[in-house]
């Protein structure tokens, strides 16, 4: 790895990683809050900070087959959510290219 650049988001109230304390989200990028990830609640974003990619891989979620990436914190590493690449379901197409993270993972502040 190179440097590492770490993004800043404005506002009083940002998602942050609760292990490192780095920025990974704005509550203004929320779309749904209607989620469950592994270890609970999880929220739906329309964009997140600091973080990298896993590999593509098929998962069975609840709402049928998707291709997901787990998003790591690009500080510490540790896996913070999903990101959904693609829908099988007409239904759930809206997910794709958009964020779950954990809300057990998170810190707000
Ligand atoms: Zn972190």
Redesign the pocket.
């Known amino acids: 790895m190179g440097l590492l650049f770490v993004e800043s988001l404005p506002g009083p109230k940002v998602f942050k ?1 609760k ?4 920025d990974s989200a704005s509550p203004d990028a929320i779309v749904s809050k209607e989620f469950r990830g592994r270890h609970g609640r999880a929220y739906l974003f329309d964009s997140v900070v600091n973080v990298s990619f896993g590999p593509n891989e098929d998962r069975i979620l609840m709402t049928g087959m998707h291709i997901v990436n787990d998003i790591y ?1 690009s ?4 896996l913070l959510g999903w990101r959904y690449e693609k829908a099988y379901n007409e239904d759930q197409k809206y997910k794709e290219g958009k964020y779950i993270l954990e809300k057990s993972m998170m810190v707000k502040e």
Do not use: N, T
């Open positions: 990683c292990h490192c304390g780095v914190c500080c510490c590493q540790r």
